[in-house]
C-alpha cells in the first residue's frame, strides 16, 4: 500500500495534466502533444528518470495518445462533413513515410538533442499562433507534384520528432493554401493518426535503458502515463469544443503562444545543461 501511495501525486498531475492538454486542443485546435511532451519529461523526471533516452519515452508515450485522439477528432468532425478527404488520402503516404523516419531518428537520438529540436521548433510554432494571420496565402491550392512529394515527408518527420500530431505543422500550411481554417483543422487531425499510428509501433520494438523507463513501459511507450491521460483528454476535449464557442479565442491562443514558448525556452535551457 505504501508503494502504491508514493505514485499517488504523481497519477493526480497526470489527470490534471490530461484533462487540460484535452481542454486545450479543443479550445484551440492544438494537438495535445504539444503540451504533453514536457508534461512527461518532467513527471518522469520528478519519478527519478532521465537518462539518454528519457525524451523518447516521453514523445513515444505523446504520440500513443494521439492515436486515440485523432481518431475520434476526425470522426466527429466528418460527421460535420468538414474533413478534406481528397487532402488527406493524397498526403497519407508522404506523411507516413516521414513518420516513420521521423521514428527512427529518434530512437538514434540522446534526450538533450530531442529537447533541443523541441524547443526550437516549439518557439517556431509558438510565434506563428502569436502572429500569425488567417488571411495570410502562398497559395491558393495545397501543393501538388514534387513539392507535395517533398513537403509532406517533412511534416510527419518534424511531428515525430515533437511528438505531436499534425495539427502544428498541417493547419498551417492548408490555411496558407487557401483551405478554410474549420477545414484545415478538421483534415489536420487526421494527419494525427498517420504521424501516430506507423511511429508507435515501430517505438513499441525500442530497447529503452532501465534508467530513462518508468514502470510499465512498453518499448519506449508507458503504458500507465497513456491510460491516464487518454481517460481525461476524452473527457475534457468535448469541453474545449464548447467553450471555444464562448470565449474570446484569439486572445486565449496568444495567451498560450507565450506558455508554449516559455516551455519551448525551458527545454532549451535544460538542453544545454544550464
Same mark, same amino acid.
Given at each position: ?24 486542443? /479543443?479550445? $484551440?485546435? *492544438?494537438?495535445? @502533444? %504539444? ?9 518522469? +523526471?520528478?519519478? !527519478? ?106 511534416? /510527419?518527420? $518534424?511531428? *515525430?520528432?515533437? @511528438? %505531436? ?9 492548408? +490555411?496558407?493554401? !487557401? ?96
Amino acid at each position: 500500500m505504501t508503494d502504491l501511495m508514493q505514485y499517488l501525486p504523481i497519477l493526480l498531475l497526470l489527470l490534471v495534466i490530461g484533462g487540460f492538454a484535452g481542454v486545450m486542443a /479543443g479550445l $484551440l485546435g *492544438v494537438g495535445g @502533444g %504539444i503540451i504533453l511532451v514536457p508534461a512527461f519529461f518532467y513527471v518522469f +523526471s520528478a519519478l !527519478g528518470y532521465g537518462g539518454d533516452q528519457l525524451m523518447q519515452v516521453c514523445l513515444a508515450t505523446s504520440l500513443a495518445t494521439i492515436i486515440v485522439t485523432s481518431m475520434r477528432s476526425v470522426n466527429s468532425h466528418n460527421k460535420k462533413g468538414a474533413v478534406e478527404w481528397p487532402i488527406l488520402k493524397g498526403w497519407a503516404l508522404g506523411i507516413a513515410i516521414g513518420a516513420v523516419i521521423g521514428m527512427l531518428t529518434v530512437s538514434s537520438l540522446r534526450s538533450a538533442t530531442l529537447q533541443g529540436i523541441f524547443g526550437v521548433l516549439g518557439i517556431f510554432i509558438g510565434l506563428y499562433m502569436a502572429f500569425g494571420k488567417s488571411d495570410w496565402r502562398i497559395g491558393e491550392a495545397m501543393p501538388t507534384g514534387i513539392k507535395k512529394a517533398v513537403i509532406s515527408p517533412f511534416i /510527419g518527420f $518534424l511531428s *515525430v520528432l515533437m @511528438g %505531436i500530431g499534425g495539427g502544428s505543422f498541417g493547419v498551417p500550411l492548408m +490555411s496558407l493554401h !487557401g483551405v478554410p481554417i474549420h477545414r484545415a483543422v478538421a483534415t489536420a487531425a487526421g494527419f494525427g493518426v498517420i504521424i501516430a499510428l506507423p511511429s508507435v509501433v515501430g517505438f513499441f520494438f525500442v530497447d529503452v535503458a532501465a534508467d530513462s523507463a518508468p514502470p510499465f513501459t512498453l518499448g519506449a511507450v508507458n503504458i500507465p502515463a497513456f491510460l491516464v491521460v487518454i481517460s481525461m483528454t476524452m473527457l475534457t476535449a468535448p469541453l474545449g469544443a464548447k467553450l471555444a464557442h464562448q470565449l474570446n479565442a484569439k486572445a486565449l491562443k496568444r495567451i498560450f503562444a507565450v506558455f508554449l514558448i516559455v516551455v519551448a525556452l525551458n527545454m532549451l535551457r535544460k538542453a544545454v545543461g544550464l
